[in-house]
């Protein structure tokens, strides 16, 4: 069975960390680029952050850039969102996701192919 299972989500005090994790099981992510995803209450999903299937290239939304680090291990067949400096607006159910097959960088978000059910980050004090 393909998955993808995100955790390391929780609850943070504004200025924390968190690290996120997304791992795979039944397939390998070496050919795969992979995505972060989160949506708030209320509101549409939006593209956090993304990297290429060699990790050579990364994207991130305004919002996040300097503050989160997204990176991978193939040998752990994981990738990584870093966040420092979480702010309240970060609050949101993050996804990570998977495309093998990808037409333009960074992708969009109909082409991933296979998501995770998500964890909940909360930023407030």
């Known amino acids: 069975q393909l998955q993808l299972v995100e955790s390391g989500g929780g609850l943070v005090q504004p200025g924390g960390s968190l690290r996120l994790s997304c791992a795979a099981s039944?397939?390998?992510?070496?050919?795969?680029?992979i995505g972060w995803f989160r949506q708030a209450p209320g509101k549409e999903r939006e593209g956090v952050s993304c990297i290429s299937s060699s990790g050579g290239s990364t994207n991130y939304a305004d919002s996040v850039k300097g503050r989160f680090t997204i990176s991978r291990d193939n040998a752990k067949n994981t990738v990584y969102l870093q966040m420092n400096s979480l702010k309240p607006e970060d609050t949101a159910v993050y996804y990570c996701?998977?495309?093998?097959?990808?037409?333009?960088?960074?992708?969009?978000?109909?082409?991933?192919?296979?998501w995770g059910q998500g964890t909940q980050v909360t930023v407030s004090s």
């Open positions: 996701a998977a495309v093998r097959y990808i037409n333009s960088w960074p992708p969009r978000e109909y082409e991933y192919d296979y």
């Open positions: 039944g397939f390998t992510l070496d050919y795969s680029a």
